[in-house]
């Protein structure tokens, strides 16, 4: 099967000393193969202290640099992963089964959002704002916060991080990382390259990775160390998460799951439609937060639409995801394949028509056909509004735009949505006050797939964080109203009289 070794992968990249403690063993296992491919060790309680002690000595000084300097480090740590975009990528789809293109996706993504935070450094702006009171100053800024806790899932084992970190970085905090138990070398090697570079900008503990279980992402929501703990996950661990964080009253980001819709009307342009649904829904087998799960589809075009995606999904060769031509590897682990099982016996027995696919694959690796059901009635169908992890789409026949969104935003998810159509109005009413209740809406273009420019992040059971682009910084600073007197007088606000 895989031709590439995660060894030679570490070693091209220069990892020397292992990033990770001196608990248990953190197994990566190919999900190509099941065959395991190394390991690093987790943080001991003591080990978890010092790390963190050791980046908050740091925060004292880094916070004084100024962001446009402290930028230097986050170029640096850029160029550093373009020149290790090849073997982080392979390294990603070893450990995701990630297909290669998408696998270096992701590390293209951590070097967009280093170039962006760059330039951010030099935005970090408040407002000056007209004080009621004669010679008042009154003004906004923006201070670091301090250590970011950064919880992340197996899908995106490193670009998520850097989402998070680099903003992070540049806003003047320093940043603990807690990846995937799922995707330990991927983040030791990405810890390695963070390490050299902070040592080459004496900014040691800028960056600082804790390896481990649910348990050390337990500590961290319980740490009042940590003002800002900024979870990716599953929507059950995020609410656990969530709750844990706000009892000690502290700040999180929630980017928690997604059941992602999108609407075709009977004017759509088909081919966009089916190119932009197959990726969405058969990119990453299906495990994309923005993957693309159900399909409303208007009766005009409903027929032709799905004869069309099954053909396209019978073109998609599934298998070794670094091999060329392959477009699909396998789900994460046999758990996955379990519940992708489940899933589609819920289907059955829930009265929807597999059209297309349904099936595991036998061993080695834990693969599964991209599966197309034509669904009853979206209230009639309880499975669909869950958030299986695996490529199964869910396809609905409706009347017009008023029912689609009734049934679209009817799911506890709030992620990502599109809708496909040459209607201005229909597209307009789609993004409206009344149209599609995610974070995300596209108009002829997939749910999954953003850009790294535009804040990321869902509503309702998504967390209703935003992270990435945009002005999703000012959740990683603090924000200072300050009033400054240069006057004589000591006028009151309000008009007040005292003294
Ligand atoms: P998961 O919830 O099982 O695990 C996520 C992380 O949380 C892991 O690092 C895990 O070790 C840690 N964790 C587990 N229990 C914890 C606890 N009690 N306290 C603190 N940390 C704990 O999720 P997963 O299976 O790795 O990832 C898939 C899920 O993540 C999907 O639901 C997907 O939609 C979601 N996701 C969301 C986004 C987004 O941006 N909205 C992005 C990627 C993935």
Redesign the pocket.
């Known amino acids: 099967m895989n031709r590439a070794n995660p060894k030679a992968v570490l070693e091209s990249i220069g990892l020397s000393d292992e990033p990770g403690g001196s608990g248990e063993v953190l197994e990566s296992i190919n999900p190509a193969t099941g065959a395991p491919q190394g390991g690093i060790r987790a943080v001991t309680r003591d080990e978890y202290d010092a790390r963190m002690a050791a980046a908050l000595k740091r925060f004292d000084e880094w916070r004084m640099r100024p962001a446009p300097k402290r930028s230097d480090l986050v170029r640096r740590l850029g160029e550093r992963l373009r020149e290790h975009k090849d073997a982080l990528g392979e390294l990603v789809s070893l450990e995701t089964g990630k297909i290669r293109a998408e696998g270096l996706g992701e590390v293209q993504e951590m070097i967009d959002i280093c170039e962006f935070a760059v330039g951010l450094s030099r935005q970090l702006h408040g407002l000056t704002i007209a004080s009621e009171r004669p010679r008042h100053r009154l003004m906004e800024q923006w201070h670091p916060l301090g250590a970011v806790g950064i919880?992340?899932?197996?899908?995106?084992p490193v670009a998520?991080w850097s989402w998070n970190a680099a903003l992070a970085a540049v806003c003047g905090d320093v940043s603990i990382w807690?990846?995937?138990?799922?995707t330990p070398l991927s983040s030791a090697a990405v810890q390695a390259i963070c390490d050299r570079v902070a040592r080459e900008h004496g900014a040691e503990g800028v960056f600082s990775l804790v390896p481990?279980?649910?348990?050390?992402?337990?500590w961290?929501?319980d740490d009042r160390r940590v003002p800002l703990l900024s979870?990716?996950?599953?929507?059950?661990?995020?609410r656990?998460?969530s709750s844990?964080v706000a009892a000690r009253l502290g700040r999180s980001i929630?980017?928690?799951?997604?059941n992602n819709g999108v609407i075709v009307l009977d004017d759509a342009d088909v081919d966009l439609a089916v190119r932009a649904i197959t990726f969405g829904a058969v990119g990453t087998a299906g495990?994309?937060?923005?993957?693309t799960r159900r399909l409303f589809v208007q009766r005009g075009v409903a027929r032709t639409l799905v004869d069309r995606l099954a053909t396209a999904y019978r073109t998609v060769r599934i298998g070794d995801p670094l091999d060329p031509g392959v477009l699909m590897g396998p789900l994460?682990t046999r758990a996955a394949v379990d519940r992708f099982t489940a899933a589609v016996a819920a289907v059955r027995a829930q009265g929807g028509k597999v059209f297309q696919g349904g099936r595991a694959l036998d061993g080695p690796g834990n693969f599964v056909e991209p599966t197309i059901v034509l669904a009853p009635a979206h209230g009639a169908f309880p499975i669909a509004w869950e958030?299986t992890?695996a490529p199964i789409l869910y396809v609905f026949e409706i009347a017009d735009l008023e029912e689609a969104l009734r049934a679209h935003n009817a799911v506890a998810?709030g992620?990502s949505s599109a809708i496909f159509t040459d209607s201005m109005r229909a597209a307009e009413q789609f993004l409206s006050a009344c149209g599609s209740d995610c974070g995300i809406a596209n108009v002829n273009a997939g749910t999954s797939g953003a850009e790294i420019g535009g804040a990321?992040?869902?509503e309702k059971d998504?967390?209703g964080?935003r992270?990435s682009g945009s002005d999703a910084w000012k959740a990683y600073m603090r924000r200072q109203t300050s009033t400054v007197n240069w006057g004589r007088e000591l006028p009151l606000a309000q008009g007040i009289d005292f003294l």
């Open positions: 919880v992340t899932a197996f899908n995106f998520v807690k990846p995937s138990p799922l481990g279980g649910a348990h050390v992402g337990e961290m929501c979870f990716t996950g599953s929507t059950a661990v995020g656990q998460v844990r929630l980017e928690l799951g997604g495990q994309r937060c923005t993957s994460i958030e992890f998810q992620l990321f992040g869902g998504t967390g964080g992270e």
